[in-house]
């Protein structure tokens, strides 16, 4: 399931930080899969890990959003 960034930006923090811990967990099960040879379809690998780095990405922006307010 495709993740977007706009879908992301809805997320509480501590919502994203779940998330994250899902796709990291999903990610380290399909890798085992992949060494085992009990994964069809491969692509959902880097599918993943874009999405990890989709949330990576929206939880940035809100910490540079907060060093930003400070500043103002």
Same mark, same amino acid.
């Given at each position: 399931?495709?993740?977007?960034? !706009? +879908?992301?930006?809805?997320?509480?923090? #501590?919502?994203l930080?779940?998330?994250?811990?899902? /796709? #990291? +967990?999903?990610l380290f099960? /399909?890798?085992?899969? !992949?060494?085992?040879?009990? /994964? +069809?379809?491969?692509?959902v &690998? #880097?599918?993943?890990? !874009?999405? &990890?780095?989709?949330? /990576?990405?929206?939880?940035? +922006?809100?910490?540079?959003?907060?060093?930003?307010?400070?500043?103002?």
């Open positions: 399931m495709k993740l977007t960034a !706009k +879908e992301l930006r809805e997320f509480t923090d #501590k919502e930080e779940q998330k994250l811990y899902e /796709l #990291k +967990e999903e099960n /399909l890798n085992f899969r !992949k060494v085992t040879s009990h /994964l +069809e379809d491969t692509s &690998i #880097k599918k993943t890990k !874009k999405n &990890i780095a989709r949330v /990576l990405t929206v939880m940035r +922006e809100r910490e540079l959003e907060e060093v930003n307010s400070e500043k103002e």
